[in-house]
Nanobody
Framework: VQLQASGGGLVQPGDSLRLSCAAS???????GAWFRQAPGKEREFVAAIRSNGQKYYTDSVKGRFTISRDNAQDTVILQMNNLKSEDTAVYYC???????????????????WGHGTLVTVSS
């Protein structure tokens, strides 16, 4: 599966951005996720969505970010509201076919990755 992420940009604190991850094949049976990597830091989990729609978030984005999927468009979406400076990072989308309990936050459990899209939150 090839993935293409888009939607990053430069915004001010409190603004919103919508990231999209378009897949090269049907996504209805895939599990998707977003990770991010800030300068000088390791890649970290942001959000995941199972094929059945169940969602998971890291604590720092709960209530601000929403992950969703548009199976008609074969796209996984990350809506980011009330952005903070600490959200600045390169954001990566990923998908996998098999679901293993307790591993949704592990980057190594995802087989397919898109190129990152840069999100910069600065005043």
């Amino acid at each position: 599966v090839q993935l293409q992420a888009s939607g990053g940009g430069l915004v001010q604190p409190g603004d919103s951005l919508r990231l999209s991850c378009a897949a090269s094949e049907r996504t209805f049976n895939l599990h998707g996720a977003w990770f991010r990597q800030a300068p000088g830091k390791e890649r970290e989990f942001v959000a995941a969505i199972r094929s059945n729609g169940q969602k998971y978030y890291t604590d720092s984005v709960k209530g601000r970010f929403t992950i969703s999927r548009d199976n008609a468009q074969d796209t996984v979406i990350l809506q980011m509201n009330n952005l903070k400076s600490e959200d600045t990072a390169v954001y990566y989308c990923a998908v996998r076919r098999a679901w293993a309990v307790g591993t949704y936050h592990l980057a190594a459990s995802y087989a397919n990755w898109g190129h990152g899209t840069l999100v910069t939150v600065s005043s």
